[in-house]
Nanobody, 123 residues
Framework: QVQLVESGGGLVQAGGSLRLSCVASGRTFSRNIMGWFRQAPGKERDVVAGISWSAGITHYADSLKERFSISRDTAKNTVYLQMNSLKPEDTAVYYC????????????????WGQGVQVTVSS
């Protein structure tokens, strides 16, 4: 059993920052990439960022790369998402994912998903 547990969400005012964490636990599994996705009410799940687990190469959705930063700590089995200059449109449930795939943009590249953490940005 593999578990991904997100934390760090909450309510923040526009312009503020949050740092999400995602800890992976359980059995050893093939993990090439980890990523963050988000889903706002009534909308599809969108990719936010991805990171290659071994090399630490990062990727971002074009509209977010100036404000968001993904990183990982392999010793702690943890991936982070630093979110700065938050806007009300960033309000969503944020999901962590891990998988053996290579295309960080595609949900199908990920085999395991967390339960999600709510981020709410007030105006």
């Amino acid at each position: 059993q593999v578990q991904l547990v997100e934390s760090g969400g909450g309510l923040v005012q526009a312009g503020g920052s949050l740092r999400l964490s995602c800890v992976a636990s359980g059995r050893t599994f093939s993990r090439n990439i980890m990523g963050w996705f988000r889903q706002a009410p009534g909308k599809e799940r969108d990719v936010v960022a991805g990171i290659s687990w071994s090399a630490g190469i990062t990727h971002y959705a074009d509209s977010l790369k100036e404000r968001f930063s993904i990183s990982r700590d392999t010793a702690k089995n943890t991936v982070y998402l630093q979110m700065n200059s938050l806007k009300p449109e960033d309000t969503a449930v944020y999901y962590c994912a891990a998988g053996a795939g290579v295309n960080w943009r595609r949900p199908g590249a990920y085999d395991y998903w967390g339960q999600g953490v709510q981020v709410t940005v007030s105006s």
